[in-house]
Nanobody
């Protein structure tokens, strides 16, 4: 399945952004989906994930209460609503798909191209 992330941009601290991930196939609904982020020189970091049905969600401690992951299997899309953004949220954000319930990027087989989020202080 091909994934395409979009919605990144520049926002002031405290602001909001909404990231989207569009999948190319209906098999999207079979996959556990996640969002990761990466800054230069650092490893890719888990942000949030959602089960194939959307009934279960998982978050990194650093984003709990500020970011919300959701999916629409009828439209083959996943979103990450980002509120109360902080400068430390600045990164390239990637959406990814896995056949397993996982937080490790190594468990994800399908990756989008990434979208830049920059939060100014």
């Amino acid at each position: 399945v091909q994934l395409q992330a979009s919605g990144g941009g520049l926002v002031q601290a405290g602001g909001s952004l909404r990231l989207s991930c569009a999948a190319s196939e209906r098999t999207f609904s079979n996959y556990f989906m996640g969002w990761f982020r990466q800054t230069p020189g650092k490893e890719r970091e888990f942000v949030a994930a959602i089960s194939s049905s959307g009934s279960s969600t998982y978050y990194a401690d650093s984003v709990k209460g500020r970011l919300t992951i959701s999916r629409n299997n009828a439209k083959n899309t996943m979103t990450l609503q980002m509120n109360s953004l902080k400068p430390e949220d600045t990164a390239v954000y990637f959406c990814a798909g896995s056949t397993d319930v996982a937080r490790s990027p190594n468990s994800y087989r399908y990756w989008g191209q990434g979208t830049q989020v920059t939060v100014s202080s």
